[in-house]
C-alpha cells in the first residue's frame, strides 16, 4: 500500500513538471506600443505602423496552476522542510489547502513570420504562428490517498483528464474604421495540425480495509500525430505495442475565424474606449484519428490463495503474477482504429473598456474580461484583469495589471519601446513574486513571459 501511495505521487510530479495551454498576452490588450500583435486578440485593432518580423515578432510562454508547491512543502521543527507526505505535516492543513480539482497548463505562441501594412483605407496583417496548449486535471481524491491510504475505506480519482492541441496556422487580418471611432476587424486562418491527445479517465474508485482491496477504472484516449504510428494488436484487439515512426505528410487541416470590434467614444464620453471580440472560432478536421478504451475494469485482492508449504516462493510468485495481469487489464486499451474526427478551437471571447484620464491624457485605468470556452473541460478558463496604462513619450509606454483568473491571482506588465525603426516589447502576465532558493515557485506554479522585435516603416497612425 505504502508502495502503491509513493507511485501516486510520482505520477502526480510528473504530470506537475511536464504539463503543457496559448494566447498572446493579454497584459498587451491596451497598450499602444504593443498594437503589432494586438489583432490576435481583437481583430478590430490596428498597428500603429507598417512593420515587419521573421521569427522574433511575438514569442509568448507562460505555466499555469491553481496549486504550488506551497500546497506540499512545509516547515517543521529546526527549520526544516517536510513534504505533505510527512506525518508530522497535519492531513487537514494540506487537503484544506487544495481545490477540488487541481490544473496545471502551458502556453506556447511564437510568430515566425508577421508582417502589417494600410491598404485599402484600412490596416492588412499577415502572420504565420506556432500554437501550442496543454492541460490537466487531477481531482482532490488524488491527493487524498497518497495522504490518507488506508485511513479511508474507498477514493475516486474520476475525472482525470489530459489534453493537448498543438497547430500551425496562417492568418491574414484586415481592420476598417466603418465610422468616426468605431472599427471593426477579422483575421482568416488557416490551420495545419500538429498533434492532439485526449485522455479521459472517466472511472477510477478504490475501496480498501485491512483484509480486501478493489479497483474500478475505465479510461478512454485519443490521439493524432504529424508522423506514422505502428500500432499492433492481439487477437481480442489490445493494444500490444505503440511506436512512433518517420514524419509523414500533414493530414489535418482546418480553418478559423477571429471577430472584433472597438469604439473611441470621444465624441460622446471623452476618454472612453470599449471593445470586444471572439476569437478562434473554428475547427481542425483530423484525418487519421487513433482512439481506444478501456473495458469497464475490476481488480480485487483478499489476500494469497493456495499457498503451497512446500513451495512458498513458487507459489507467491504465481499469485503476484495472476495479481499483476489482473491489474495490467484495468490499463489495456481496446484499439478502435484510425477515423477521421473533427475538434472545435477553443474560442475565448474578450471583453474590453478603458477611460483616458481627463486631466492627462498619455494616463489610463482599464478592465478586460476574458472567457475561454471549450468541449474538453480542462481548458476552460477565465480571468478578470485591471489595468494602468502609461505612456509618457510617443515611443515609450508601459502597462501594470492585477487579474483574478482561474488559476488564482497575478500580477502583470508589460513594457513597449517603439521608436520610428522598431518596436521592442517584453512582459508578463503571470509574475512569480515568491521563490525558492532553487528558484522553484512556492505559490501557484503562474509564470509566463512574452517578448517580441519588429522593424517598423513609416509614421505612426
Request: charged share 20%.
Amino acid at each position: 500500500m505504502k508502495n502503491i501511495r509513493y507511485i501516486i505521487v510520482a505520477l502526480f510530479v510528473f504530470a506537475f513538471s511536464t504539463a503543457a495551454m496559448a494566447q498572446t498576452a493579454t497584459s498587451a490588450y491596451f497598450l499602444d506600443g504593443a498594437s503589432l500583435y494586438k489583432y490576435k486578440l481583437n481583430p478590430a485593432m490596428r498597428g500603429e505602423r507598417n512593420y515587419l518580423s521573421i521569427a522574433t515578432g511575438n514569442l509568448s510562454v507562460g505555466t499555469k496552476s491553481n496549486i504550488g508547491l506551497s500546497n506540499f512543502i512545509y516547515p517543521v521543527e529546526n527549520n526544516k522542510l517536510a513534504t505533505f507526505m510527512s506525518g508530522s505535516v497535519d492531513q487537514n492543513k494540506f487537503l484544506n489547502s487544495l481545490p477540488d480539482i487541481a490544473r496545471f497548463g502551458l502556453n506556447l505562441d511564437e510568430t515566425i513570420l508577421g508582417l502589417g501594412f494600410r491598404m485599402l483605407g484600412g490596416y492588412t496583417s499577415f502572420g504565420i504562428s506556432l500554437h501550442s496548449s496543454t492541460s490537466i486535471l487531477l481531482p482532490k481524491g488524488f491527493f487524498e490517498f497518497a495522504k490518507k491510504g488506508l485511513q479511508e475505506s474507498s477514493y475516486s480519482f474520476s475525472g482525470i483528464n489530459i489534453n493537448t492541441m498543438n497547430y500551425a496556422a496562417a492568418t491574414l487580418g484586415y481592420s476598417h474604421e466603418i465610422f468616426d471611432g468605431f472599427r471593426i476587424g477579422v483575421n482568416a486562418k488557416y490551420l495545419v495540425g500538429l498533434a492532439h491527445a485526449d485522455i479521459t479517465v472517466d472511472k477510477l474508485n478504490i475501496e480498501l480495509s485491512e483484509n480486501r482491496w478493489m479497483v474500478e477504472s475505465h479510461a478512454k484516449a485519443q490521439a493524432a500525430l504529424y508522423c506514422e504510428a505502428d500500432i499492433t494488436t492481439n487477437e481480442e484487439g489490445i493494444i500490444d505495442n505503440f511506436a512512433l515512426g518517420k514524419i509523414g505528410t500533414p493530414s489535418a487541416y482546418g480553418f478559423g475565424v477571429d471577430l472584433g470590434i472597438e469604439y473611441d467614444m470621444d465624441d460622446i464620453v471623452p476618454g472612453l474606449i470599449l471593445s470586444a471580440a471572439v476569437v478562434d472560432l473554428g475547427y481542425i478536421n483530423w484525418q487519421y484519428m487513433m482512439s481506444g478504451q478501456s473495458a469497464d475494469g475490476k481488480v480485487e485482492f483478499d489476500g494469497f490463495k493456495e499457498i503451497d508449504p512446500n513451495n512458498i516462493e513458487s507459489t507467491i510468485e504465481k499469485e503476484f503474477e495472476r495479481l499483476g495481469e489482473d491489474a495490467a487489464k484495468m490499463i489495456e486499451l481496446t484499439y478502435d482504429g484510425v477515423k477521421p474526427k473533427i475538434t472545435k478551437l477553443s474560442p475565448t471571447m474578450n471583453l474590453g473598456i478603458e477611460y483616458k484620464m481627463p486631466f492627462y491624457n498619455p494616463l489610463s485605468v482599464a478592465v478586460l474580461y476574458s472567457q475561454r470556452f471549450s468541449e474538453f473541460e480542462c481548458d476552460r478558463t477565465y480571468q478578470a484583469r485591471g489595468y494602468i496604462n502609461f505612456a509618457p513619450l510617443k515611443w515609450l509606454s508601459a502597462s501594470v495589471n492585477y487579474s483574478q483568473t482561474t488559476y488564482g491571482k497575478s500580477l502583470g506588465w508589460m513594457l513597449s519601446i517603439h521608436p520610428r525603426v522598431f518596436n521592442l516589447f517584453i512582459g508578463s502576465d503571470y509574475m512569480i513574486t515568491r521563490v525558492t532558493p532553487q528558484y522553484i515557485p512556492i505559490d501557484n506554479l503562474n509564470s509566463h513571459i512574452t517578448i517580441g522585435l519588429s522593424a517598423t516603416i513609416g509614421k505612426r497612425k
